[in-house]
Nanobody
Framework: QVQLVESGGGLVQPGGSLRLSCAASGSIFRSNVLGWHRQAPGKERELVAVSTSGGVTQYADSVKGRFTISRDNAKYTVYLQMSSLMPEDTAIYYC?????????WGQGTQVTVSS
């Protein structure tokens, strides 16, 4: 069984920074995709950033240049460094793992950007 445990959400002022972490455990294939999606109130869940075990990354246009995804393959951990945060970044952020054709989600962590 695969588990994803997220941490690092919270309240931050516009222009501030936050770092999200997600640790995956269980039966995980070495070739995998780890990343983050988010869902704002009244909106559909959207991709924020993903990273493959081979080092390929992908970002949503709305976060390029502000967010950085990184990972520790040995620990099956993924990080999302968020800078220059804007109110429109407010959402629940979900950790995501794709392994052996299966998709797994974390429980979500709230990020609120407000003055």
């Amino acid at each position: 069984q695969v588990q994803l445990v997220e941490s690092g959400g919270g309240l931050v002022q516009p222009g501030g920074s936050l770092r999200l972490s997600c640790a995956a455990s269980g039966s995980i294939f070495r070739s995998n995709v780890l990343g983050w999606h988010r869902q704002a109130p009244g909106k559909e869940r959207e991709l924020v950033a993903v990273s493959t075990s081979g080092g390929v990354t992908q970002y949503a246009d709305s976060v390029k240049g502000r967010f950085t995804i990184s990972r520790d393959n040995a620990k099956y951990t993924v990080y999302l460094q968020m800078s220059s945060l804007m109110p429109e970044d407010t959402a629940i952020y979900y950790c995501y793992l794709q392994s052996l054709g299966m998709n797994y989600w974390g429980q979500g962590t709230q990020v609120t950007v407000s003055s």
